[in-house]
């Protein structure tokens, strides 16, 4: 099939490649014009603007958005609208917040337009070799744009979520569930570092990654990561994050469920950022009110 | 090789099938008869109690114990000893808290006894076509006994993790690990669950479990138990626990390890143990005190 | 001074009869008559609507709304903003949501009328008798009015906070620790509880509020609960919430702020809601997968 | 009545001062000579050791131990136990673990010496002017030397809690509820901090401390230490921990309780004393293998 390509930062990109690998002819723009150009020598069409990429697409066009969520995507979709035709079809395969989706999609509607969500996972190499897609909006629609789906995604690796918003709503509550595993791993990892015995953690992110209860692919990234580094010597345990894990949090709050887990692996990833906390300096003051234990001063 | 198999319990039976399926000789006991019979048309030899067992065997001898955890351990052992011979050498391939094996393992090296702790993962599946085993002890001692271990394991699923008592901590942070993702995953489900939005779980599962980030055995599991019940209508929600959890929180809290998301998987099996809570009572109780908030009577 | 009270539920009336005991001026207005006739015998002056109790105040009015937080609060101020004049001032004293304060306020200052966020805490209890109030708004504007919070608060507890939105900011926050310190003594209890030991609630609270570090106005009010039910048999342990803790976990994540025992108690609340949940039949059904460990049946 | 003190730390010199205010005769020992002098100028009588001090004293003795929890403890009984007689009363008053309290009852009785476990709270100030006592031990042995319990302790301040061993388990509890209201607190404060507002915390404290429903001894003590420093600017945030907090999560685990409020203020405590946390590198790489996520370097 035909279809545009909005935004080619390491999710697009890889997508393109992985589209073109399947014969789709994809119309491709982002503001980073070298990777415009790297793209194109692969065989994807460059298109000068909006408007270019509307004019290089038959109707009704299928345009992809893979970009940052917030903002950016109400921009862009403000900038396509005067250039789309009733029946075109947008997809937002980013990880926007399905409340988002909900308002825009209603906003599209209203003009014609078709919206669909997608929530992908698997990383970047899952976008360049076979994604996990969850996929939100009309049913009808979706059908007559399912082979791209197929093709781009790993076997068995896409399903059609219901009405609008729904594929994004899966993809936060899917990232809500990583968040809780990386740091169920995590803490693992440290129990072990603490612990009395010396283990070598490539060794045991590999045994436990063959026949046992939480092999997975997040334990397979572990092995690779010791494999770089034993200790993980080099890297400082900030832990960034950007949106899901939050919005699956604030989600549960909403809908009055306990969540516990998710909740708790998002606030030691805020603790992360902090080498002191106001909080820890209450307590101690506290602990030296009553009982008259020492404070730690600051050098 | 030749050696002994305490407890045909779900593990030990699957356990020594599997040992059969590779040409080993195993002499069982356990004090349930029907199971020695069972598992005697498959070839194993029958011992009468553990006099016979150590009577049937070569020295030095070689007994795996696939028992519960705890004091039942201890009483095998205690009943083993005085017909083992220096150099026999004994295996301990349950849950044990590897305090317990480092206790055990000091009392019987002053008899000259070998002490090996095997945590084993993969479930019944596992016992049956291949496990993960950490074996912990003696490394002289486990180079000779390894072709067990490699027959008996998934390939790439056995690991020698250094001195004893070493399998038991790493199988425990195992399963630590595995009981918050577990909960993370039970999390999601519920937001799911409570969601504006109509889910097929069992497509959710199937989706999630191919080129997702949160792929692996569980989600595997996940799968399968939504189908054969797409919402597990019939199932309480009443989650049990078997002493790994809270002996992974245990040595967190020695070690002063913030674990809170192991922690919380475990707080809410307990919670789940009761349908009404004294400390809700209390909670409740003050607003009513301070706030007039109306509480819910018993009937 | 002369002002104006809309609402007149548990804490608007109390707050009446407190500001009649200091000699202050007040037009009342509530959708129940009763309670306004019951009001109207102590001495306050009865509003047919709010046009009349815009006449019966003297420019600039102080109007004192005392009603539950959310959309009520918006309808209340666009029916009375028609009759207002600048300089009049609008105190919201419910428990709203900053940032719906800060909105508010920003509309009404276009229009001139100036708004004050009042946090009230203390109950109904202090609502009579010295209320603790947190104030937000214009300081000039609040230095006019600060007679009214003098005398309606107890000794020592009345306190200007800055800006508009903040009185209502810290009183969420406030609401944010009530939660987690009743949390705190619900958990304290619950394990008394279940300890082998036999405690006299009644007494502990009574000791653990004379001389110890966690004495406070909570646990008098444990003492008191007690003394009425020493088990709190009659009362189901179904805790209710009423937005602001919710508003603080939002906010801490909103600021990015690790607040793990606050968002735990509200999360034990939403628990407490249910009496079987989807996470327990997910965790009971892996638990079944993989280990056939028996799931408890419906009935 | 006359009595023997041993430990003249903090909490042990200033109960011997509180003794002496009521007339007790107070015969002291501890191995600081410097402390016992300090308190001999105030009246009490200095022993040499153990053995001297048991001579100084009438039988049946009255010995009270305020000594750090542990194995001190067992020291310190194991060198009374042989100049003491049938019907002597020692009085464990420091934090020790309920479970060691019974062992050494146990002991004790076998011995015919009656040990009786207080629970103290309060800090150095209760010690001084009015502790807060929960007494665990023999009814009839607590009613002869309850005088010393009624005039050491503040109105009210003391309570028979039971058998032996149920005056500690209260202490534990206590300081468990202690450790959830502390962090809460803390969290509160550090969400103002973060906050778009600009509060003075003394203030807050203050008026917090008056009229609120979250008013007590800890937000005392809060404003007493913004007054000293109106940011806690000196103070760093290490959270340090004495035992009882992790006692009282261990028990709630044995128990099958779900305390998450209690295991989190101390999960972070624990991780207020790093820096940097292993599992915070391991969260930091997998992002980085799946999701291309940058990590941050150490220097």
Redesign the interface.
Same mark, same amino acid.
């Given at each position: 099939m035909k279809l545009g390509m909005v935004g080619l930062g390491?999710m697009g990109f890889n997508l393109v490649l992985n589209l073109l690998d399947y014969g789709h002819d994809v119309v491709v723009f982002d503001v980073n014009e070298e990777r415009m150009e790297l793209i194109g020598k692969e065989g994807a069409m460059i298109a000068k603007d909006y408007q270019d990429m509307v004019q290089k697409l038959d109707s009704p066009r299928i345009i992809w958005l893979m970009i940052p969520a917030g903002a950016l995507v109400d921009q862009v979709i403000e900038q396509f609208v005067p250039h789309l035709s009733q029946g075109d079809i947008l997809i937002d395969g980013g990880n926007s917040n399905y409340k988002d989706t909900l308002r825009r999609a209603k906003q599209l509607k209203e003009k014609g337009i078709h919206f669909v969500d997608v929530g992908t /996972?698997?990383?970047?190499?899952?976008a360049r070799k076979?994604?996990?897609?969850?996929i939100g909006g009309d049913q009808e629609v979706f059908h007559r744009i399912e082979p791209i789906f197929k093709d781009i995604?790993?076997?068995?690796? !896409?399903?059609y979520?219901?009405?609008v918003?729904?594929g994004h709503?899966?993809k936060m509550?899917?990232? =809500?569930?990583? !968040? =809780?595993?990386?740091?169920?791993?995590?803490?693992?990892?440290?129990?072990?570092?603490?612990?009395p015995?010396?283990?070598d953690y490539q060794?045991?992110s590999?045994?436990?990654n063959?026949?046992? *209860?939480?092999?997975?692919?997040?334990?397979e990234?572990?092995e690779?990561?010791f494999s770089k580094e034993p200790k993980?010597?080099?890297? +400082?345990? *900030?832990?960034?994050s950007?949106g899901e894990g +939050?919005w699956?949090?604030?989600?549960?709050?909403d809908?009055?469920?306990?969540?516990?887990?998710?909740?708790?692996?998002?606030?030691?990833? !805020?603790? /992360?950022?902090e080498?002191?906390?106001?909080?820890?300096? *209450? *307590?101690?003051?506290?602990?030296?009110?009553? =009982?008259?234990?020492a404070?730690?001063? +600051?050098e």
């Open positions: 390491k /996972s698997g990383g970047m190499e899952g076979g994604a996990c897609l969850m995604s790993v076997e068995n690796g !896409y399903l979520t219901g009405e918003g729904s709503f899966l509550v899917h990232n =809500g569930i990583e !968040y =809780g595993m990386m740091q169920a791993i995590a803490e693992g990892f440290e129990i072990l570092e603490k612990s015995f010396e283990y060794e045991v590999r045994v436990w063959h026949g046992s *209860v939480i092999r997975g692919w997040l334990m990234l572990m690779h990561a993980l010597e080099s890297i +400082k345990g *900030v832990m960034h950007s +939050k699956t949090v604030e989600t549960a709050l809908l009055q469920t306990a969540a516990p887990v998710i909740a708790l692996s998002l606030m030691m990833r !805020y603790r /992360s950022l080498e002191d906390t106001f909080a820890g300096k *209450v *307590v101690a003051a506290l602990r030296n009110e009553f =009982g008259g234990h404070v730690e001063k +600051k």
